[in-house]
């Protein structure tokens, strides 16, 4: 009986540490594709905080031929932003967006999540260099740009 029950407790064990280690593997890819910018405009503090989800390997990340961004803004302390956004360009070029809800495959792809944020998918055609500039006007006063690097292929 004792061994039955060992058995069972390493079987359970291992099938959980391959679960975990897929985990850590995809948080630490989406990590290193992760850009903040603080910007502050009449004292008030505005933060971007964007991942571009191309490069890691996960089921939930497209396979389309876009370019696919998440990204959560935030206004003041800690609180989240939850108007439309203006106009989102990538590398000169216009890019789509739309809110994700709250149980969005997406978000199992961020490093950090908060349950009280509003994250956007954004997405635009492929583009082929390298670096990609990820421009967002959020109104006429506030525009972000975050700067992505591709893994080289």
Same mark, same amino acid.
């Given at each position: 009986m004792r061994f039955l029950i060992i058995f069972?407790?390493?079987f359970f064990l291992i099938g959980c540490r391959e679960n975990i280690t897929e985990n850590i593997v995809t948080k630490n890819q989406a990590i290193t594709k992760t850009k903040k910018k603080e910007v502050t405009i009449d004292g008030r503090r505005f933060l971007a905080v964007g991942t571009y989800l191309n490069d890691i390997s996960h089921p939930s990340t497209p396979k389309d031929d876009n370019e696919h961004f998440i990204v959560s803004l935030y206004e *003041?302390? #800690?609180n989240p932003y939850q108007n439309p956004l203006k106009e989102v360009f990538l /590398? #000169? #070029?216009p890019a789509y967006w739309e809110? =994700? #809800?709250? *149980?969005d495959p997406f978000l199992s792809l961020l490093p950090l999540f /908060?349950?009280?944020g509003y994250y956007y998918h954004i997405w635009a055609p492929k583009q082929y260099p390298d670096e990609m500039q990820l421009d967002i006007k959020i109104d006429e006063e506030r525009q972000v740009? =975050?700067?992505f690097q591709k893994d080289p292929k």
């Open positions: 069972f407790t390493l *003041g302390d #800690e /590398n #000169e #070029e809110v =994700l #809800e709250k *149980g /908060n349950a009280w740009s =975050l700067k």
